[in-house]
């Protein structure tokens, strides 16, 4: 048989009403600092008298008065209980001071997308921290669930078990072409598309994807003469050649500019796709994640708000 602990049977919330006793003197006064009836305090003092086998506080002239047992306790006790409130309190988070290094999963839409804007905040909010940007192979909440990445921006995951996600913002696809065209000199209609030849992203090289699965629904199909993993890749050769491309309005409008395209609206019903953040339940209440994850949204209301699709 084991021999019993001294904490086995012990209430902490007790040594909060021996604080109270040693600091007021009274058991209405402390009754009242604790917010409870004196029946409580004079209940917690007597258990305490038990378990610590003295009577601790006694009647003296002016109250209470604590014996040599309790007062030798009182500060004891008191560096005891701020050292829980500070264990158990909410950590405080500077993230002027924080170091390390945030790994965000995103494909290549989110690093055009948003990554400027992130890069920019980080410098300026938090320069101790690192960003270092990983691409998501394979399901997105592996990739969470073991630390490879902290946070995921893009079309997914969602409604899986251990996984929170938020919704970000909504986006449409646009077609751009280079400024010259021959395709800006004629009726841009499904012919006119179809017609033409295409340059395809596709992150892993594989066929297919939203533009060819709603040309499916109307029977059409269109010829992708060029597939590239990235968005800026897709931009250049559009800028040089009489070739097409599809892709997200935001990424459109954001390399337009620069390399002097034009954008024509697809002339066929294309839907549109949602982009959120996901991450682990694991860093869900991390005080630096939590900021992260506050500023990626606020990133991305902010930038993106003014110029929905």
Sequence with gaps: MTNAHPMDHLDLNLLRVLDALLTDGSATRAARRLGVTQSAVSHGLARLRGHLGDPLLVRGAGGLVPTPRGESLREPVRRMLLELEGLLAPPTFDPARVRGALRLGAPDYATVVLLPSLVQLLEREAPG?????????????????????????????????????????????????????????????????????????????????????????????????????????????????????????????????????????????????????????????????????????????????????
């Design 129 to 309: 921290l690192d960003l270092v940007v990983l691409p998501v192979v394979g399901q997105a909440s592996v990739s969470l669930a073991d630390g490879t990445v902290d946070l995921v921006v893009g079309t997914g995951p969602g409604d899986e078990e251990g996984i929170y996600a938020q919704r970000l913002f909504d986006d449409t696809f646009t077609t751009v072409v280079r400024a010259g065209h021959p395709a800006l000199d004629r009726p841009w209609d499904v012919d006119a598309f179809c017609a033409a030849s295409h340059v395809l992203i596709a992150p892993r090289g594989a066929p297919g994807g939203p533009v060819d699965s709603a040309l499916e629904r109307v029977g059409r199909a269109r010829r992708v003469a060029v597939r590239v993993p990235h968005f800026l890749a897709a931009a250049w050769i559009v800028a040089g050649s009489d070739l097409v491309c599809t892709m997200p309005v935001r990424v459109a409008r954001a390399v337009a500019a620069t390399h002097g395209l034009i954008q024509l609206e697809p002339p066929f019903p294309l839907g549109g796709f949602t982009i959120t953040q996901a991450w682990h339940i694991r860093r869900h209440a991390d005080p630096v994640h939590r900021w992260w994850r506050g500023r990626v949204a606020a990133t991305a209301h902010r930038a993106l708000d003014a110029v929905d699709p």
